[in-house]
């Protein structure tokens, strides 16, 4: 299959060109409020935003641990304009630098503190946390598959509550339209294995990791997955995506919820947690600007051993499909055929790319609602499984 145009940082009009003009400079303005930075923090966070709209890409000074790592990603852009840059390293570089002007990499008194971690904690302590944990309730006693449908579509749509979006919504609605549904298809790839290792891809924390979750819990203890494997952000990154911290914080609520079907959906994630039912990686691949296609062959042989493997999120799709002006009705299997083990996306649309789907669905969305790739209205459960799967 012939490549389509990537996506870039720059394009006038564009989604992503609103990220960085107005998403960003509302994103650098929360970071400097979260924190007594000193002056110097916040004038290197004020100087990012500027170069990041006005300058041109550099490479990181030689010192940085992975200098060399993106001086290789960037070659092709360095002294060219942030706008030129494909989205997907541009955005990226975005965040690696936020940290670096934050002073989270280097000793001092803001190593290891998360720039975004007081709005990932504000937000597990809101009412519509508690509200989700009380209807906890009423599914630990229903039976039968609506539960699992249940719990994967909050899974699935709980990536509106991611903190970015938030930032530029126009609207809080918390549900929308399920563009393509292969929820039946990936429960076959499960139930058809013998004792399923599941690994989940976790996107954003706070509101949304709680029901990602349940729904693990739920896959463990109907007999769906033998044992999981959460794969996380090994540090900060694009304002809310889950750290191993992040799990703890998300843990601990459910843990100490005054909901008792929420503190044993806690209390069985952490028994696993010690045993080895549930593990945790903290790849560097995932905080990289580059595509699964490209992903180091330590993390696709991990994968490769998998009976299914989630992806959940926005960016993850990105990353999944690659991040480039493909045709909505572009097949997505044969964009994921590469990957290599059976994958499932769970993704709320919020930015450009967008497959799978067939053309006179892609033609009455463009007449009913012109926005429908970014404002986060829309979703879609995508599934490759192997190769003569059902």
Not at 109 to 133: C, I, N, S, Y
Not at 282 to 291: A, G, K, N, R, T
């Amino acid at each position: 299959m012939g490549q389509a145009p990537p996506v870039v940082a720059g394009a006038p009009g564009s989604f992503a060109r609103s990220v960085f003009t107005e998403r960003h400079p509302k994103l650098i303005e929360q970071v400097a409020g979260a924190h007594p930075y000193r002056p110097g923090e916040r004038a290197a966070l004020r100087q990012l935003l500027d170069v990041s709209l006005h300058g041109v890409l550099e490479p990181l000074p030689s010192g940085a641990d992975d200098a060399d790592r993106w001086r290789s990603w960037g070659a092709e852009w360095w002294g060219r304009s942030w706008g030129e840059a494909p989205f997907l390293f541009a955005e990226s570089y975005f965040y690696r630098l936020l940290l670096d002007a934050v002073g989270y990499l280097r000793p001092g008194p803001w190593h290891g503190v998360d720039p975004f971690g007081p709005a990932k904690r504000a937000e597990l302590t809101g009412p519509a946390v508690a509200a989700e944990l009380r209807a906890l309730e009423s599914l630990a006693h229903a039976g039968g598959s609506d539960v699992r449908e249940v719990l994967l579509k909050s899974a699935l749509w709980g990536n509106q509550a991611d903190l970015g979006f938030q930032l530029t919504a126009s609207s809080t609605r918390e549900s929308g339209s399920l563009l393509v549904d292969d929820s039946s298809r990936m429960w076959r790839v499960l139930e058809a294995a013998g004792d399923p290792v599941v690994h989940l891809v976790a996107d954003n924390a706070g509101r949304e990791l709680i029901p990602d979750l349940v729904l693990l819990d739920h896959l463990l203890t109907a007999g769906l997955a033998h044992r999981m494997v959460v794969h996380l952000k090994p540090r900060p990154y694009y304002v809310s995506d889950a750290t191993t911290g992040d799990l703890l914080d998300c843990l601990s609520v459910l843990e100490n919820s005054a909901v008792a079907a929420a503190r044993d959906i806690g209390g069985r994630l952490s028994a696993a947690l010690r045993s080895g039912g549930v593990g945790i990686d903290v790849h560097e691949f995932f905080c990289s600007p580059l595509p699964f296609e490209q992903m180091p062959r330590d993390l696709a042989d991990q994968f490769a051993a998998a009976d299914l493997v989630i992806l959940k999120g926005d960016l993850n799709y990105r990353r999944l499909v690659g991040d480039r002006h493909w045709a909505p009705t572009t097949s997505f299997e044969d964009l994921v055929a590469y990957f290599p083990a059976p994958v499932a996306a769970l993704r709320t649309l919020k930015s450009e790319v967008a497959v799978g789907m067939s053309g006179s669905q892609v033609d009455s969305l463009d007449r009913s609602d012109p926005n429908w790739r970014t404002n986060g209205q829309h979703a879609v459960i995508q599934i490759r499984p192997r190769s003569g799967g059902n």
